[in-house]
């Protein structure tokens, strides 16, 4: 059965502090694997997809990388407006969900 | 309207009710998909529908949980004799076309739902 699991499940940086959150999967046959952010009282709002072993994506502070187990989302110097929770999902037979990295970063 | 809209936006309902929730797609989006997110948890999928196909109910939870699909328009998600652990907020989400190469879903802000 798919998986993805998320840690940690809460982390709280200074403003400017970088850090990653990792997201752990096992699926059978990867057609993709999604990074989304949402904010309270919002739905999920898409971020990154990556495909491959290797491939890596950017926004602004924040980079996804992808291997063949994992996923991190790299957050660089963040800033206040980063808090949020921050969803990864992996799409095999069907788009699976983790738990999330719920994201404070204090001024 | 540019986005996914759900409404409504919050439902409170006595244990025992049925209601139903609904979801209007972004137009020319042929794939819809429904999650549950309980409190601090990840989205629990539920079901999804592309284009005319059958969809695909794996997720439903119990035979109280329903849901519909006009075309490729509007849905409705309907629980019978509603439960407290019912209690969640009801995403619903659409993409161009699932499991396309590039597939981004586009979620609504979610109904949130409160059964007493």
């Known amino acids: 059965e798919d998986q993805v699991t998320q840690s940690p499940e809460a982390l709280r940086l200074q403003e400017g502090e970088s850090s990653s959150l990792n997201c752990s999967y096992t699926?059978?046959?990867?057609?993709?694997l999604f990074w989304y952010r949402q904010d309270p009282g919002k739905g999920p709002e898409f971020l990154f997809t990556?495909?491959?072993a290797g491939e890596e994506k950017e926004k602004e502070r924040l980079k996804a990388t992808l291997t063949k187990k994992e996923s991190f989302l790299h957050i660089t110097a963040p800033k206040p407006e980063d808090s949020a929770t921050y969803l990864c999902?992996?799409?095999?037979?069907?788009?699976?969900f983790g738990a999330g990295t719920r994201l404070t970063v204090k001024p | 309207g540019a986005g996914v809209s759900q409404s409504p936006s919050n439902k409170v309902t006595e244990k025992g009710k049925d209601v139903e929730l609904r979801c209007d797609p972004i137009?020319?989006?042929?794939?819809l998909y429904w999650y549950r997110q309980r409190l601090g948890q990840g989205l629990e999928f539920l079901i999804y529908?592309?284009?005319?196909?059958?969809?695909?109910k794996s997720g439903l939870p119990s035979d109280r949980f329903s849901a519909e699909r006009t075309g490729e328009s509007v849905s409705t998600l309907t629980i019978q004799r509603t439960q407290q652990e019912d209690s969640a907020v009801y995403l619903c989400?659409?993409?161009?076309?699932?499991?396309?190469?590039?597939?981004?879903?586009?979620f609504g802000s979610g109904t949130q739902l409160s059964v007493l």
């Open positions: 990556l495909y491959s």
């Open positions: 989400a659409s993409s161009f076309l699932r499991g396309a190469p590039n597939e981004k879903l586009f």
């Open positions: 699926v059978s046959g990867l057609r993709g």
């Open positions: 529908f592309q284009g005319n196909s059958a969809p695909d």
């Open positions: 137009s020319g989006h042929t794939a």
């Open positions: 999902a992996v799409q095999g037979n069907d788009m699976r």
